[in-house]
């Protein structure tokens, strides 16, 4: 019998098999109609079908195509990262007519640093311009060292190589690290700064029933001083008033201790938190945590009705309390996996949820107690100056930091298949990241991103991003009215920062980024 299958030719069996898939696919198999009908050949169909968003990215799809980042946003950012050349020739291959293209007003002589300038020396530095938690005078404020920082992504979506990778880049940039809700893991304490993020599942200071445990939060926070602040997540970007979904297959032992849940089982978080239902008892609970780890305590949202803002807004001028941040994230999504429904329609995109929920606080002269932080595709420094002159204080990143480590966009995040060894838990995949190497792109690429910002800000006549205004920035509107800048557009005017020069903020004592020399 060997002898006999030994001497069939390979070509032999392969037409057997061949065969046998052809009289399965006729006579036995009847869920895939195009396989039925044209066995063998079919599945060429499905098979191009599968490497369809690949052949599209690299050889279809032009520059400036692709969504949601396109080619030359991902090539910016690769280049950046690895310090290669990331500029332009020939000039703008953009639609520079096309709506909401930004334009940035330079100023007939540009702003020259002067000798003893923190920024002779680096030119990447630029801080925040506010502290967290100055107002209600916190017994730990903190002024982030950097204006951009590593958005809320949970260890769990992430894998444990890219999480440390981003943390030790942070750390080597000076910036901060939001935990993201998946709680506070090995990997978030690699040296950098972290803001602990939680949401409605209250993974890693979780009770027994399933709610926030204060207990379990302050021995967090003092156990852990590389804790800045904490923020509470009301809601996402990619998902509003939708839980998250961590599939089973990525719950790891390890993840089940972080988080307290079971292995193997999905998780899925509640829509709405436990700890508190009203806008008074958010106040409440915000105070509490305050009270108890002294640390700066703030919110996060996508922005759609406003009513509830302009009702924390109303408590907070006539208590004298409230957040000390607020992080306003797009409804452009994130790494979050979504509905399309959600995804697609649910919550305002940032230049409209930020302008809108702004102005609630600036109509009740509410805004220097506040550091605003956007969230939503701002990892590039004209879509920054245009943040900042509409409020914000800080930006944080997600997926441009997932590509400075080496995320090539594959939107496969919540698979457990992220050919990168980002967004899984797959170990093997994971070994194909040196953490060494990608902290290293995601610090150079935060240096590159603030030297280019610092440019355009000196370019348009300021020492720092704090000191742009709506009419610095002009957007193109419409074809009745070509452009506008942005304070005709949004109709309300930013509120001056106070600011007194880039060396009272490089001399704060609360000035966070561990390797910051003074």
């Given at each position: 019998m060997i002898d006999f299958i030994t001497s069939i030719p390979w070509y032999a069996w392969l037409l057997l098999v061949v065969f046998a898939v052809a009289i399965r696919d006729v006579f036995f198999q009847k869920a895939h109609t195009i396989s039925h009908n044209f066995p063998i050949v079919g599945y060429f169909r499905y098979w191009l079908e599968s490497i369809g968003p690949e052949m599209r990215q690299y050889f279809v799809a032009n520059n400036r195509e692709e969504l949601p980042f396109n080619r030359i946003e991902r090539g910016w950012i690769y280049a950046s990262a690895k310090k290669e050349n990331n500029y332009e020739g020939f000039g703008t291959d953009r639609d520079i007519y096309a709506h909401h293209h930004i334009f940035v007003k330079n100023q007939m002589m540009a702003y020259e640093v002067p000798d003893n300038h923190p920024n002779t020396e680096d030119k990447s530095f630029v801080p925040c311009a506010k502290v967290m938690g100055a107002y209600n005078k916190r017994a730990k404020p903190y002024r982030p060292a950097s204006v951009i920082n590593v958005s809320a992504m949970s260890f769990g979506s992430l894998s444990a190589a890219a999480v440390e990778a981003m943390n030790k880049g942070v750390q080597k940039a000076d910036a901060y690290h939001n935990t993201g809700e998946g709680g506070l893991s090995p990997y978030h304490k690699q040296g950098g700064d972290v803001i602990f993020h939680f949401g409605t599942g209250y993974f890693g200071v979780r009770s027994a029933e399933g709610s926030l445990s204060m207990e379990k939060l302050k021995t967090l926070v003092e156990n852990n001083p590389c804790i800045k602040a904490i923020e509470i997540k009301l809601s996402q970007g990619a998902k509003p008033g939708k839980g998250g979904v961590l599939p089973g297959a990525k719950i790891t032992p390890e993840l089940a201790e972080i988080r307290g849940v079971e292995v193997g089982k999905d998780v899925l978080s509640p829509a709405t938190h436990k700890a508190f239902k009203s806008v008074p008892e958010l106040l409440q609970l915000i105070e509490k945590i305050a009270e108890a780890t002294g640390l700066p305590v703030g919110i996060k949202g996508a922005i759609g009705k406003l009513d509830q803002w302009e009702q924390l807004a109303d408590l907070m001028l006539k208590t004298g309390k409230g957040p000390d941040f607020i992080t306003v994230d797009g409804g452009e999504g994130g790494t979050g996996a979504a509905p399309p429904s959600f995804a697609d329609h649910v919550s305002l995109p940032w230049v409209y949820g930020f302008s809108s929920v702004y102005k609630v606080?600036?109509?009740?002269?509410?805004?220097?107690?506040?550091?605003?932080?956007?969230?939503?595709?701002?990892?590039?420094?004209?879509?920054?100056?245009?943040?900042?002159?509409?409020?914000?204080?800080?930006?944080?990143?997600?997926?441009?930091?997932?590509?400075?480590?080496?995320?090539?966009?594959?939107?496969?995040?919540h698979t457990n298949r992220c050919p990168t060894g980002i967004a899984t838990q797959s170990q093997w995949l994971q070994n194909g990241i040196d953490v060494t190497l990608k902290s290293e792109r995601l610090a150079q690429y935060f240096k590159s991103f603030r030297k280019e910002f610092l440019e355009i800000t000196h370019a348009a006549g300021y020492e720092h991003p704090c000191q742009f205004h709506m009419e610095d920035i002009q957007v193109n509107v419409d074809d009745t009215d070509l452009n506008r800048d942005l304070r005709s557009t949004y109709k309300y005017q930013k509120n001056p920062i106070p600011f007194n020069g880039v060396q009272e903020l490089y001399d704060c004592i609360h000035l966070g980024g561990k390797s910051v020399t003074k």
């Open positions: 606080f600036l109509n009740r002269e509410l805004t220097d107690r506040i550091v605003f932080i956007g969230s939503g595709k701002l990892g590039f420094p004209a879509k920054a100056a245009m943040a900042f002159a509409m409020g914000a204080d800080c930006i944080n990143v997600a997926r441009e930091a997932m590509m400075s480590i080496g995320c090539i966009q594959a939107q496969v995040c």
